[in-house]
């Protein structure tokens, strides 16, 4: 019995690029950089004083309660889903709204040092009771993993399955492998899947430079982020979201929605090894990208292009790049790191990331991965290095690789009728 064919019919980004997919694309295949100091709070202090920040969207519209309770993480996810639902041409007042659901990578929002240091003064100067109820309600709902799904679900009028997924930087990636096994089982129709992240904050920053996992090259934040480069130092925080459009090619087919590509297989895999770092041989990496092509019924020699994890981290870079030579032998596909230009969106960067190979499919040119300058023996790929190059992509393979040990990859092809 053949399987249900899942076709991606819409997309959409907020990313520090830009306020859309066309933006954020051209701002790619540009090498664009859009890490600089942070504006949002005085880093004086911190060790990293820099990060990739989106500065430029459209706020989505809302009414009423979800005007006032979305924070900045759901408003990124409901401008991207905004993008995404007319890029599909999808009328929701002519669908069966049950069988059209939510799949989000999401992480919980968290209060800034200001709030914090407000609520520890309430507990410190007020009785239980009074410090209790200084706490606005909203705070127990809004910062919660699920509160962007639920908004969206809540917008849109969505009463199909509605998920939250939240495994670090695998998030969003594991919610496309979610929302493709729904359409698959035929418990909907369509699926908007995607992540948000909003990192760029006190609590963030200071803990990732505690972990030290952030680039400290404060006096050079353009050249920060160097992936597979020998002198990379640690990531760059960025933020964002990504929205995607999923559809049985049995739904879109007959409304005539135009195809973007054909979401083909996932694969998922866990470490089991340390909570920060990834293992040198890269098994972990190389168990999600084998099942990945595994699912789409792929052999290796049919990639044309992987959009790498590619963090910037010493031990990410390493790892990754043995799971791809694993994988892939001594054929050296074509594999760059987007975030050297808009940093890590975490939650959000496994979707943003799959936008750019559909992209890189659609236009056949292949994004850079930006400030390679020194190579570095242990991660021997082709990293397209600095500039844009043309290419034919007729499948194309994306990493996202969590905090925790979680990893997910996801492949994508051109679309056959």
């Given amino acids: 019995m053949s399987r249900t064919r899942v076709v991606i ?10 306020a859309d997919v066309a933006a954020t694309w051209a701002g790619l295949v540009a090498g664009k950089n859009a890490i600089g100091p942070i504006q949002r709070f005085d880093p004086t202090g911190f060790p990293t004083s820099f990060a990739a920040e989106v500065h430029d969207y459209r706020p989505p519209r809302l009414e009423g309660r979800f005007a006032r309770w979305c924070d900045d993480k759901s408003r990124f996810a409901l401008a991207a889903a905004e993008e995404a639902l007319g890029d599909a041409g999808l009328d929701l007042t002519q669908v069966d709204r049950t069988r059209v659901g939510v799949s989000i990578g999401a992480e919980v929002s968290r209060p800034d040092l200001p709030t914090l240091a407000e609520r520890a003064q309430a507990l410190a100067t ?3 009771n009074e410090a209790y109820e200084s706490i606005p309600p909203r705070d127990f709902v809004v910062m919660s993993a699920f509160f962007p799904a639920t908004a969206m679900a809540y917008t849109h009028g969505l009463m199909g399955p509605n998920l939250t997924t939240s495994t670090a930087c695998t998030s969003s990636a594991q919610s496309v492998a979610d929302a493709l096994r729904i359409l698959r089982r035929g418990d909907a129709d369509v699926m908007l ?3 948000a992240d909003r990192l760029v ?14 680039s400290t090259r404060n006096d050079d934040p353009a050249h920060a982020c160097r992936p597979f480069d020998r002198t990379r130092d640690g990531f760059v925080l960025g933020e964002g979201a990504g929205r995607l459009v999923l559809e049985r090619l049995g739904h879109g087919k007959p409304r005539g929605a135009r195809v973007h590509a054909e979401l083909l297989g996932y694969g998922c895999s866990a470490n089991a090894w340390r909570i920060t770092d990834s293992p040198p ?3 972990g990496a190389r168990a999600s990208m084998k099942a990945a092509l595994d699912d789409a019924g792929l052999g290796a020699d049919a990639v044309d292009y992987i959009n790498a994890h590619g963090t910037s981290t010493q031990q990410n870079d390493t790892s ?25 969106l975490v939650a959000a960067c496994g979707a943003v990331e799959l936008i750019a190979c559909v992209k890189a499919i ?56």
């Fill in 9 to 18: 019919t819409g997309m959409g980004c907020v990313t520090p690029l830009g």
């Fill in 126 to 128: 007020l009785s239980p």
């Fill in 193 to 195: 899947a995607g992540g």
């Fill in 201 to 214: 904050e006190e609590l963030m920053v200071m803990g990732f430079g505690l972990l030290g996992a952030l």
């Fill in 281 to 283: 041989d890269g098994r």
């Fill in 320 to 344: 990754e790049s043995a799971g791809i030579h694993a994988v892939f032998g001594d054929r050296r596909v074509p594999v760059s790191s987007t975030k050297s230009m808009m940093g890590h």
């Fill in 362 to 417: 659609q236009t056949g040119i292949l994004p850079p991965t930006i400030n390679h300058e020194f190579p570095d023996p242990t991660c021997d790929l082709d990293c397209v290095p600095n500039e844009a190059r043309p290419a034919k992509v007729e499948h194309a393979l994306t990493n996202a690789f969590g905090f925790g040990g979680s990893n997910g990859s996801l492949v994508v092809g051109r679309f056959a009728p």
